[in-house]
């Protein structure tokens, strides 16, 4: 049986490596939580409403972001 928590943890972690945002940046923009990662890394499983969040903000960030490398991180996707 697939563990989809793991999966979706090794999801955010690939995307971490690309972006080089660290896990508590990427927690408050992605979901307005800077534990987030730490917590799904320790077990959390985050509801499914949450992943799509996570996943769509992802998906937001590398399609703005380009292979022209990294903006100005006050107008990145998912920033208040």
Do not use: I
Request: proline content about 6%; aromatic content about 8%; overall charge positive.
């Amino acid at each position: 049986m697939r563990n989809l928590t793991k999966e979706f943890e090794r999801h955010m972690t690939a995307f971490l490596r690309r972006t080089g945002l660290s896990p508590t940046e990427f927690g408050e923009r992605a979901v307005g939580d800077r534990k987030f990662v730490g917590d799904v890394r320790r077990g959390r499983s985050p509801r499914l409403a949450t992943v799509d969040r996570v996943l769509a903000f992802m998906e937001t960030y590398e399609d703005t972001r380009g292979s022209d490398g990294p903006r100005d991180p006050k107008t990145e996707p998912g920033r208040r």
